[in-house]
């Protein structure tokens, strides 16, 4: 859940096209959301696009955050002692400012410090270079005694080596010669405080353990986490480039965890001064370190410049780039589209990098861009994977890994609930516990809200999901014998305990659970109980152990196979339980519509008009609603797509197969009338549900499916949900809109080892090509309305078989397949 109010556009956005978002001047408004926007990440670690000379003071906020590394504090609230784990904010590595000396012999005192808010901003100019994966900053500030300096500004953090992060920045004063100070800081004076509910809870995590500085041009500062005593340090070196002779200067806090240099020069009016700071970061939870703090000064000692580690950096981008872009041609504003979409890839390779895989993490709802929802783990990786498994299936499986780890504590919680097999925890961090926060802060109201998402079991089913669909893209067969197939038979078992038999209509029932749609965690007359047969959950429960009985079937009888299920230990008796769950599980309807649960059409109409009227954007309903003493359980309306995720997930003829396979009927009309219904009662509380919706109507209504596409763009761009962006981009929602363009309007769709298409491009887009990698061979695709294009790469890779629209053929490495799409297939 989390908080809401009115987007605001960016006044200072003044350009979005090709590679580049370039913003200018100074708004506070919408410092928090430029700052998300710009982070700079590496998969390992994400650096939020906050200026070098600022601290958290309420517009700014910097904050640094390594993937996987978490804490955990305890705070009284309520009269009620809660435990609640973040991802932390680790020392602050950017400081860095400048002044000029005294500004004549009879006075003794240096300017002010740029940053201190004394010195008046002329121009400043800052551009995110997606190409490049880069921050550039072009600024121009004036002091007291009127010394203008112009700092030209240059950021990365390393996508070649995922430790090293490096800024430049290039002083020159304008009308002013003389004493020229430059200040280098690692601050660990830092705690998390980025989102402003969580500032009611206890938010310092790190403990100083070390600082030090050496003769030789590295300062470093070590600090521990308090409950998960993760050591991180991070050493920097930072060196001025000057005309005359640098002196240095070193500074420390009374505790140890600031460590300044200060470096001075003589400059001239007019000459250019570089100054450039590289750093390296190295935790315990790292590969190969023995103390992180040898690791971080060793990274150090011969390390390029900023110049030859950008060089490697941008390398790595290009290489990123050259599997990873869409290319979209629109009428009317492509540009835009161009860049949002570059965006959206930008900050998911950013977050996903290869580099991830080398971690114990998986992939945060909020990116390394932010404190928005504690840096917790939910489903959201079903709508990040896919984009992953055609590019990079080894990232896919690596984060996959962070849920095979957490089985036993996934088991411990099924355990807890009385059931056999394994939980997932609807919101993960460090250990796999549950770390869903149990109260929900309404700003509205000024009341803590029970928080009951934790009944959201169905994260477990993405979680299967997410393995299945990876094995069809990857074809890794031993993925599933190591970690695959324990995860489907162990989520077979908890969902099949947790379905009853109900001797009154013979069929299986799952009760006391959410739905996606946190809107409802129980009835109006039993809030925080959850509520029976949610439609989603029960159709993915029987295709997960469809698939799972599908798995033991094609059991083959390798050595291998035959130790994974003895050691699994699943009989004939427990299997066969399962196909007659699979088979007789209920699916509520209602007037020829698939209802969202049991007894949804009891609950009454909102007024959806009066809602909007008096309060214009209207996604929180649920907080608007509690303000007004009212609850959204009484109320058909969804927070987000809930039924249509099954729409989401499924093709038609897949859904109703699935669903005939359970008793009941499906055709398209009814598809569509199921779309339809809940499109007029879903509230797009969370940035998911329009991609969702985008998806389910590509075909139904191209046009409204495009709209709903372009409004996922622009979800953090300009912060549609009104004050979320601050806290970190939407990861899921992100890369959902790239799946779109991906999966949706080609209709990409694997089955076995088949790649099937099935093109419907919105009428406003007239060309869509991409790369994609399937079984390790990689298929260039082109679609306009007339034509599709797929090259299979010239190599060794076998040949590939291919569909379209009921035509299957094979193809060698090398060939070219051209289908018009206007009719005839014709062969290349
Ligand atoms: C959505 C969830 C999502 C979470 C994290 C919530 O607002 O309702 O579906 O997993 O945000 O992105």
Same mark, same amino acid.
């Given at each position: 859940?989390?908080?809401?109010?009115?987007?605001?556009?960016?006044?200072? !956005?003044?350009?979005?096209?090709?590679?580049?978002?370039?913003?200018?001047?100074?708004?506070?408004?919408?410092?928090?959301?430029?700052?998300?926007?710009?982070?700079?990440?590496?998969?390992?670690?994400?650096?939020?696009?906050?200026?070098?000379?600022?601290?958290?003071?309420?517009?700014?906020?910097?904050?640094?955050?390594?993937?996987?590394?978490?804490?955990?504090?305890?705070?009284?609230?309520?009269?009620?002692?809660?435990?609640?784990?973040?991802?932390?904010?680790?020392?602050?590595?950017?400081?860095?400012?400048?002044?000029?000396?005294?500004?004549?012999?009879?006075?003794?005192?240096?300017?002010?410090?740029?940053?201190?808010?004394?010195?008046?901003?002329?121009?400043?100019?800052?551009?995110?270079?997606?190409?490049?994966?880069?921050?550039?900053?072009?600024?121009?500030?004036?002091?007291?005694?009127?010394?203008?300096?112009? @700092?030209?500004?240059?950021?990365?953090?390393?996508?070649?080596?995922?430790? @090293?992060?490096?800024?430049?920045?290039?002083?020159?004063?304008?009308?002013?010669?003389?004493?020229?100070?430059?200040?280098?800081?690692?601050?660990?004076?830092?705690?998390?405080?980025?989102?402003?509910?969580?500032? !009611?809870?206890?938010?310092?995590?790190?403990?100083?353990?070390?600082?030090?500085?050496?003769?030789?041009?590295?300062?470093?500062?070590?600090?521990?986490?308090?409950?998960?005593?993760?050591?991180?340090?991070?050493?920097?070196?930072?060196?001025?480039?000057?005309?005359?002779?640098?002196?240095?200067?070193?500074?420390?806090?009374?505790?140890?965890?600031?460590?300044?240099?200060?470096?001075?020069?003589?400059?001239? +009016?007019?000459?250019?001064?570089?100054?450039?700071?590289?750093?390296?970061?190295?935790?315990?939870?790292?590969?190969?370190?023995?103390?992180?703090?040898?690791?971080?000064?060793?990274?150090?000692?011969?390390?390029?410049?900023?110049?030859?580690?950008?060089?490697?950096?941008?390398?790595?981008?290009?290489?990123?780039?050259?599997?990873?872009?869409?290319?979209?041609?629109?009428?009317?504003?492509?540009?835009?589209?161009?860049?949002?979409?570059?965006?959206?890839?930008?900050?998911?390779?950013?977050?996903?990098?290869?580099?991830?895989?080398?971690?114990?993490?998986?992939?945060?709802?909020?990116?390394?861009?932010?404190?928005?929802?504690?840096?917790?783990?939910?489903?959201?990786?079903?709508?990040? &994977?896919?984009?992953?498994?055609?590019?990079?299936?080894?990232?896919?499986?690596?984060?996959?890994?962070?849920?095979?780890?957490?089985?036993?504590?996934?088991?411990?919680?099924?355990?807890?609930?009385?059931?056999?097999?394994?939980?997932?925890?609807?919101?993960?961090?460090?250990?796999?516990?549950?770390?869903?926060?149990?109260?929900?802060?309404?700003?509205?109201?000024?009341?803590?809200?029970?928080?009951?998402?934790?009944?959201?079991?169905?994260?477990?089913?993405?979680?299967?999901?997410?393995?299945?669909?990876?094995?069809?893209?990857?074809?890794?067969?031993?993925?599933?014998?190591?970690?695959?197939?324990? !995860?489907?038979?162990?989520?077979?078992?908890?969902?099949?305990?947790?379905?009853?038999?109900?001797?009154?209509?013979?069929?299986?029932? @799952?009760?006391?659970?959410?739905?996606?749609?946190?809107?409802?965690?129980?009835?109006?007359?039993?809030?925080?109980?959850?509520?029976?047969?949610?439609?989603?959950?029960?159709?993915?429960?029987?295709?997960?152990?469809?698939?799972?009985?599908?798995?033991?079937?094609? &059991?083959?009888?390798?050595?291998?196979?035959?130790?994974?299920?003895?050691?699994?230990?699943?009989?004939?008796?427990?299997?066969?339980?399962?196909?007659?769950?699979?088979?007789?599980?209920?699916?509520?309807?209602?007037?020829?519509?698939?209802?969202?649960?049991?007894?949804?059409?009891?609950?009454?109409?909102?007024?959806? +008009?009066?809602?909007?009227?008096?309060?214009?954007?209207?996604?929180?309903?649920?907080?608007?609603?509690?303000?007004?003493?009212?609850?959204?359980?009484?109320?058909?309306?969804?927070?987000?797509?809930?039924?249509?995720?099954?729409?989401?997930?499924?093709?038609?003829?897949?859904?109703?197969?699935?669903?005939?396979?359970?008793?009941?009927?499906?055709?398209?009309?009814?598809?569509?009338?199921?779309?339809?219904?809940?499109?007029?009662?879903?509230?797009?509380?969370?940035?998911?549900?329009?991609?969702?919706?985008?998806?389910?109507?590509?075909?139904?209504?191209?046009?409204?499916?495009?709209?709903?596409?372009?409004?996922?763009?622009?979800?953090?761009?300009?912060?549609?949900?009104?004050?979320?962006?601050?806290?970190?981009?939407?990861?899921?929602?992100?890369?959902?809109?790239?799946?779109?363009?991906?999966?949706?309007?080609?209709?990409?769709?694997?089955?076995?080892?088949?790649?099937?298409?099935?093109?419907?491009?919105?009428?406003?887009?007239?060309?869509?090509?991409?790369?994609?990698?399937?079984?390790?061979?990689?298929?260039?695709?082109?679609?306009?309305?007339?034509?599709?294009?797929?090259?299979?790469?010239?190599?060794?890779?076998?040949?590939?078989?291919?569909?379209?629209?009921?035509?299957?053929?094979?193809?060698?490495?090398? +060939?070219?397949?051209?289908?018009?799409?206007?009719?005839?297939?014709?062969?290349?």
């Amino acid at each position: 859940m989390g908080g809401g109010g009115q987007s605001v556009n960016d006044p200072g !956005l003044i350009s979005r096209t090709g590679w580049e978002f370039t913003y200018d001047g100074v708004h506070p408004d919408v410092e928090g959301r430029r700052e998300a926007l710009c982070t700079l990440g590496n998969g390992y670690m994400g650096t939020r696009g906050a200026a070098p000379e600022s601290v958290a003071d309420g517009v700014h906020y910097p904050g640094t955050y390594v993937a996987g590394a978490y804490n955990r504090l305890t705070t009284e609230l309520a009269g009620n002692r809660i435990d609640h784990e973040s991802l932390v904010n680790l020392p602050n590595w950017l400081p860095l400012s400048f002044r000029a000396g005294p500004a004549n012999v009879s006075d003794a005192r240096p300017a002010p410090w740029f940053g201190s808010g004394q010195n008046e901003i002329l121009e400043l100019r800052q551009t995110l270079d997606m190409h490049r994966g880069t921050l550039r900053r072009r600024l121009r500030v004036r002091d007291d005694d009127g010394r203008i300096t112009a @700092i030209d500004e240059r950021r990365i953090v390393s996508m070649d080596d995922p430790h @090293i992060a490096a800024i430049e920045q290039v002083l020159t004063p304008e009308n002013w010669s003389g004493r020229l100070d430059v200040r280098s800081e690692l601050d660990g004076r830092v705690s998390n405080t980025n989102v402003v509910e969580d500032r !009611l809870l206890a938010h310092d995590h790190l403990k100083p353990v070390d600082i030090g500085w050496s003769e030789g041009g590295v300062d470093w500062l070590e600090v521990d986490t308090s409950w998960s005593h993760i050591r991180t340090a991070m050493a920097a070196r930072t060196h001025m480039e000057a005309d005359g002779p640098v002196r240095v200067r070193f500074h420390s806090s009374d505790r140890p965890e600031l460590v300044s240099r200060i470096l001075s020069c003589e400059a001239t +009016e007019g000459r250019p001064v570089t100054v450039e700071k590289v750093v390296a970061v190295y935790t315990s939870r790292d590969a190969a370190v023995g103390r992180p703090l040898e690791s971080a000064r060793e990274a150090l000692v011969g390390v390029g410049t900023f110049d030859t580690l950008l060089f490697m950096h941008e390398l790595a981008w290009k290489h990123l780039w050259e599997r990873c872009e869409i290319d979209v041609v629109t009428d009317g504003v492509d540009e835009e589209v161009i860049a949002a979409v570059r965006l959206h890839a930008f900050h998911v390779l950013q977050t996903a990098a290869p580099h991830v895989k080398d971690i114990d993490a998986s992939l945060t709802a909020r990116g390394l861009h932010g404190e928005g929802y504690r840096g917790h783990i939910f489903w959201d990786e079903l709508f990040v &994977f896919p984009f992953l498994n055609f590019r990079f299936p080894d990232i896919t499986r690596a984060l996959l890994r962070y849920r095979a780890r957490r089985l036993p504590a996934a088991r411990r919680q099924a355990r807890e609930l009385g059931q056999l097999g394994a939980r997932f925890p609807w919101q993960s961090g460090s250990d796999g516990s549950e770390q869903t926060p149990t109260q929900l802060w309404n700003p509205r109201s000024g009341r803590w809200m029970p928080d009951n998402s934790r009944r959201q079991h169905h994260v477990g089913l993405a979680v299967v999901w997410n393995v299945w669909q990876y094995q069809q893209a990857s074809g890794d067969y031993r993925f599933m014998l190591e970690y695959g197939t324990e !995860l489907l038979v162990e989520q077979a078992r908890f969902w099949t305990g947790l379905a009853t038999r109900d001797d009154g209509d013979g069929r299986y029932h @799952i009760r006391g659970v959410m739905g996606p749609d946190e809107y409802h965690d129980g009835y109006p007359d039993a809030t925080g109980e959850g509520v029976d047969d949610n439609a989603y959950t029960n159709v993915l429960v029987s295709w997960l152990l469809h698939r799972v009985l599908e798995t033991r079937r094609g &059991f083959k009888g390798h050595q291998s196979e035959v130790q994974l299920w003895e050691r699994l230990g699943v009989t004939d008796t427990e299997a066969s339980h399962w196909e007659e769950v699979a088979r007789l599980l209920a699916v509520p309807f209602h007037d020829g519509i698939v209802s969202q649960f049991a007894g949804w059409d009891d609950l009454d109409e909102i007024d959806w +008009e009066d809602y909007r009227a008096r309060y214009g954007n209207i996604g929180r309903l649920d907080l608007i609603l509690e303000a007004e003493g009212d609850s959204t359980n009484r109320y058909k309306l969804a927070k987000q797509a809930d039924v249509l995720m099954l729409f989401y997930l499924m093709t038609p003829d897949v859904l109703c197969e699935q669903l005939e396979a359970m008793g009941y009927e499906c055709d398209e009309e009814m598809i569509r009338r199921t779309v339809e219904y809940y499109m007029e009662r879903t509230a797009h509380g969370s940035t998911l549900s329009r991609i969702v919706y985008a998806w389910v109507t590509a075909r139904i209504d191209p046009t409204r499916s495009w709209d709903l596409f372009r409004e996922a763009l622009a979800a953090d761009i300009d912060d549609t949900q009104g004050g979320t962006t601050p806290e970190g981009i939407h990861l899921g929602a992100m890369a959902g809109s790239l799946d779109i363009l991906q999966r949706c309007y080609s209709g990409l769709e694997l089955r076995g080892d088949e790649v099937w298409f099935d093109p419907h491009l919105p009428p406003a887009v007239q060309h869509l090509a991409f790369d994609l990698v399937h079984r390790d061979r990689t298929l260039s695709v082109e679609l306009s309305h007339d034509l599709l294009r797929v090259e299979v790469e010239p190599g060794a890779a076998e040949p590939v078989p291919i569909g379209i629209r009921g035509h299957l053929s094979t193809h060698c490495p090398g +060939e070219v397949l051209e289908v018009d799409l206007r009719g005839a297939v014709a062969p290349g």
